[in-house]
């Protein structure tokens, strides 16, 4: 069955970086555009960005955009995010989906915090 297991997680300060993968399985991933997700406490999900299934198109949400990157490996069966210059308000669940999809995977906790 389709399995999207994301990681890389955790508690950085203001200014940091941090790097996401979401590890696919069960499913031909490069064949499908991808997106991140993301879930603030109390909040509904929030689209950050999508990735065409060869990686030539990319494209952002105007709060990430120019810090964040998103990027995939196809051989690796991996999707990446990687986030720059973090700030407070990016604290949230991270999730990622194929694209016109719901997240089915358990997320990553991202916490910017000083």
């Keep these: 069955q389709v399995q999207l297991v994301e990681s890389g997680g955790g508690l950085v300060q203001p200014g940091g970086s941090l790097r996401l993968s979401c590890a696919a399985s ?3 991933f490069n064949v499908y555009d991808m997106k991140w997700v993301r879930q603030a406490r109390g909040e509904g999900l929030e689209w950050i960005s999508n990735i065409s299934h060869t990686g030539r198109t990319t494209t952002y949400a105007d709060s990430v ?3 964040f990157t998103i990027s ?3 051989v690796k069966n991996t999707l990446y995010l990687q986030m720059n210059n973090l700030k407070p308000e990016d604290t949230a669940v ?3 989906a194929r694209f016109q ?3 089915r995977g ?3 906790q991202v916490t910017v915090s000083s």
């Design 94 to 96: 991270y999730y990622c």
């Design 106 to 108: 358990p997320g990553t």
């Design 26 to 28: 069960g499913f031909t």
């Design 72 to 74: 995939r490996d196809n």
């Design 101 to 103: 999809e719901t997240p």
């Design 65 to 67: 955009k120019g810090r």
